[in-house]
C-alpha cells in the first residue's frame, strides 16, 4: 500500500531516536577530547627512537648509519653523526631530525633500520602553531623509552626485546671466543714486543663505544662490520646526500 | 487558583496597559501582544533550532551539538553572534533594495499569521471573524518574499529555486485548502477561536471531541500536514534550497543576518503553521482529558506544537528529497483528489449528524471507507510501474 515504505522509514529513524538514549550501539559517538578509543596495536603515525635505559639521548639505539635518511622515499629525515674530539663518527646521531609535515608514515624507515632503533609512534596530535619548525621533530622529541615501546605495542615491542637479546648473547659468546683467540696471540705474541703498538688502536676504539651505550657495543658488534666501516671511511665522501644507495 | 493561571498573561496585560492613561491602552495591549509574540516564540525559535539539530543526530545516531554550554544550551546564541558578526555581502548585481526588503518580509509575513492563532482560552492577539482567510493570505505572501529573494539575487540559482518554491507554493497550496475547509463546513465558521470551541466536550471525559478523531477530520490533518510541510519548504519538500542541485537556493547570495533572518522565517512559518493544525483539527488549547484542565490551556497549546514540529523532524530525518515532477504530481494526483473526496465525506458527517445508536456505528464505517478506499486506489495507480524497481546492472 502507498505509504507503508514510509512507515517503515519512520520506524527505523524512531529506533534510532529511542534506541540513541539507552543502547550505546545506536549512539557510537566517542567525544574526543574527553574520552578515547584505544587505538590497535597495529595503529600507527610518524616515527620514534627507541632508547635504553634511563638517559634518552645516551641510550638511544640509533648508530646514525643513516640507512632510514637514505631510504626515506620524501627525505625527511636528517641525520649528522655524533664526532669525538678527533672528528671520528661515534655511533650516535648528533642530530636527527623528522619533518612531520613531509613524513608519510610508510614505515619504510622502520623496516630498513638494522637496529630496531626507530619504531612508529601512536601519537595522532601533532599540531603545532608553526608549519616550518613546529612540526620537525629533534632527537629529543623523537626519543621514547623502550617501556613506552612495550606500552603502545607490547607484541611487536617483546618480539624486538628476544631478538635483541639473542643477538646480544650470539655476540657475548663471539666477542668471548674472539678474546680467547686474542689472548691466546697475546700470549703467544707476548714473546715478541713489537705488535703490541698495532692491537693499541683497535682496543682504544671499543671503549670509546663502551660507555655511551652500555647494551649496545654487544650488539653492534655482529653485522655491523660493514657500516661501521663505511661510515667511518667516507665521512666526507657521504656529505652530499646520494639519493638512494641501497646496499 | 486554575482561574487564575488561565487568566495570568491577561492579568499581566492590564497590570501593564494600567500604566497608561485610557486613550492609548489599546495601542499599548496591541503593542504587547506584539512584543509577548516576538519574545516567546523569538525564544521559541532560538531552541527550536537546536531542538532541531539534536533530534536529527539523534535520529542519525550521534548527540548533536553538545559543546556550547551544558547539554549544547547556549548554542543558538552562539550563532546569532556568528550571524551577527559575519560580514553582510550584496553582489554588485543584485536588486538592492530587493535583496534587502526579501528577508525581512519574509520574517514580517511569517509573523503575522501568528495574529489569529488562539494560544489559549483568553489569548488570541486578533480575534478576527474571518480568521483562517486572513492566515492563508498572510502565510501565501512569505511566498512572494521568497521569490522576491530569488529574483533580487541576480543569480541564476536562486532564480530557479525561486521558480520552483512558486510551483511548489501553487501546487500545494490547493490540497491546504482543500483539508481546511471540511473543518470550516462542519463548525460553521472561519474564526480559530469558535473552531477551537466547537472541539471542546470529552466522551465518558476522555475521548476529545477533536476534528482529528474522526475519519474525516484524520484524513484532512494528514493531507494538512504533507502540504504544511511542502509550504514551508522542508525535507523532503525542500526543493527550493536544495543544497546538491542549487548550492543553497534563494539563499546563495545572502550572508550574516539576511541569511539567519531566512531562517527564522522558516521556523516562524513552520510554527504558524503548525499552529493552524493544532487549532483546526487536534483541538487547539483543549485538554486532552477532562481531568488534565486544570493545566493552563497556553500550556495544552504549546505542548501540542511542540509534538506537532516534532514529528516534522522526524519526517524530515527519515525521508529524502523529492524531486520537482514527483512533487508537483503528488499534489495534484494524490493530495487534490483525496482533499476533494474529503469534502464530500465531510459533507456527508454533516448530514448524518443525528445518526445515532447502531447508525453511529454505520456512519463511522461509511465515512472510514470513502476515505480509506480511494486512498488505496489512488495510491494503487499512481504507483504502478514504479515499484518494485528492478536494478539492471546493480544487483
Ligand atoms: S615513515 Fe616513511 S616517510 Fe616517514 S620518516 Fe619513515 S621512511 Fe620517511
Ligand atoms: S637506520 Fe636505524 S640506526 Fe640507522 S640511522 Fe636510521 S634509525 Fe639510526
Request: net charge neutral; hydrophobic share 50%.
Amino acid at each position: 500500500m502507498l505509504g507503508s515504505g514510509i512507515i517503515k522509514g519512520l520506524a527505523v529513524t524512531a529506533k534510532n531516536f529511542v534506541g540513541s538514549f539507552h543502547d550505546p550501539e545506536r549512539l557510537p559517538t566517542v567525544e574526543y577530547p574527553e574520552k578515547r578509543l584505544t587505538l590497535p596495536e597495529a595503529y600507527r603515525s610518524f616515527p620514534f627512537l627507541v632508547f635504553d635505559g634511563e638517559n634518552a639521548i645516551d641510550g638511544l639505539r640509533c648508530v646514525a648509519c643513516k640507512m632510514c635518511e637514505n631510504e626515506c622515499p620524501p627525505q625527511c629525515i636528517y641525520i649528522i653523526p655524533e664526532r669525538d674530539e678527533k672528528g671520528r663518527p661515534v655511533k650516535k646521531p648528533k642530530v636527527f631530525d623528522i619533518d612531520l609535515s613531509v613524513c608519510m608514515g610508510c614505515q619504510i624507515c622502520v623496516e630498513v633500520c638494522p637496529f630496531d632503533s626507530i619504531k612508529m609512534d601512536q601519537v595522532f596530535e601533532v599540531a603545532a602553531t608553526n608549519r616550518f619548525e613546529g612540526l620537525i621533530a629533534h632527537r629529543e622529541m623523537l626519543a621514547k623509552s623502550n617501556t613506552y615501546y612495550h606500552q603502545i605495542r607490547p607484541t611487536e615491542a617483546a618480539e624486538v626485546d628476544t631478538r635483541l637479546a639473542e643477538e646480544k648473547r650470539l655476540a657475548e659468546e663471539k666477542a668471548k671466543a674472539a678474546a680467547a683467540a686474542k689472548a691466546a696471540a697475546a700470549a703467544k705474541a707476548a714473546a715478541a714486543p713489537k705488535p703490541v703498538a698495532t692491537t693499541a688502536p683497535a682496543s682504544a676504539t671499543a671503549p670509546a663505544a663502551a660507555p655511551a651505550s652500555p647494551a649496545k657495543p654487544a650488539v653492534a658488534a655482529p653485522s655491523p662490520s660493514p657500516s661501521s666501516s663505511s661510515s667511518a671511511a667516507a665521512p666526507m665522501a657521504a656529505a652530499p646526500k646520494p639519493p638512494a644507495t641501497t646496499p | 487558583m486554575t482561574a487564575t493561571l488561565e487568566r495570568l498573561p491577561l492579568l499581566v496585560r492590564d497590570w501593564i496597559t494600567g500604566f497608561f492613561p485610557e486613550p492609548v491602552r489599546w495601542l499599548v495591549s496591541g503593542l504587547l501582544a506584539i512584543v509577548a509574540i516576538l519574545a516567546v516564540f523569538g525564544l521559541y525559535f532560538a531552541y527550536l533550532t537546536l531542538a532541531e539539530r539534536k533530534f536529527l543526530g539523534r535520529f542519525q545516531n550521534r548527540p548533536g551539538p553538545n559543546r556550547t554550554g551544558p547539554f549544547g544550551l547556549l548554542q543558538p546564541f552562539a550563532d546569532a553572534v556568528k550571524a551577527l558578526t559575519k560580514e553582510d555581502i550584496v553582489p554588485q548585481a543584485a536588486d538592492k533594495l530587493l535583496h534587502f526588503l526579501a528577508p525581512c518580509l519574509v520574517v514580517a509575513f511569517g509573523l503575522i499569521s501568528f495574529a489569529v492563532i488562539p494560544f489559549g482560552r483568553y489569548l488570541i492577539p486578533v480575534d478576527l471573524d474571518a480568521a483562517v482567510l486572513y492566515f492563508f493570505a498572510a502565510g501565501v505572501s512569505s511566498e512572494l518574499a521568497l521569490f522576491m529573494a530569488g529574483w533580487a539575487s541576480h543569480n541564476k540559482y536562486s532564480m530557479i529555486s525561486a521558480m520552483r518554491a512558486l510551483a511548489q507554493l501553487i501546487s500545494y497550496e490547493l490540497p491546504l485548502l482543500l483539508a481546511v475547509v471540511p473543518v470550516i463546513m462542519l463548525s460553521g465558521t472561519l474564526s480559530t477561536s469558535k473552531i477551537v470551541v466547537a472541539q471542546g466536550g470529552w466522551t465518558f471525559g476522555i475521548i476529545p471531541h477533536w476534528n482529528v478523531l474522526t475519519p474525516w477530520g484524520f484524513a484532512g490533518f494528514f493531507i494538512f500536514m504533507i502540504a504544511a510541510v511542502a509550504e514551508t519548504n522542508r525535507s523532503p519538500f525542500d526543493l527550493p534550497e536544495a543544497e546538491s542541485e542549487l548550492i543553497a537556493g534563494h539563499l546563495t547570495e545572502y550572508s550574516g543576518f539576511k541569511y539567519a533572518l531566512f531562517f527564522m522565517a522558516e521556523y516562524f512559518g513552520m510554527s504558524a503553521l503548525c499552529g493552524l493544525g493544532v487549532t483546526l483539527f487536534l483541538g487547539g488549547w483543549q485538554a486532552p482529558i477532562d481531568i488534565l484542565q486544570v493545566v493552563p490551556s497556553y500550556v495544552w497549546f504549546m505542548v501540542k506544537l511542540s509534538c506537532v514540529i516534532f514529528c516534522l523532524m522526524w519526517v524530515r530525518a527519515t525521508l529524502l528529497r523529492l524531486r520537482i515532477d514527483q512533487l508537483t504530481r503528488l499534489a495534484w494526483k494524490f493530495l487534490v483528489p483525496l482533499g476533494l473526496i474529503n469534502l464530500g465525506n465531510a459533507a456527508f458527517w454533516h448530514l448524518s449528524a443525528d445518526w445515532s445508536g447502531p447508525l453511529q456505528i454505520v456512519r463511522w464505517a461509511i465515512s472510514a471507507a470513502v476515505i480509506v478506499i480511494p486512498f488505496v486506489l489512488i495510491g494503487r495507480t499512481l504507483s504502478s510501474g514504479l515499484a518494485p524497481r528492478t536494478y539492471r546492472y546493480a544487483t
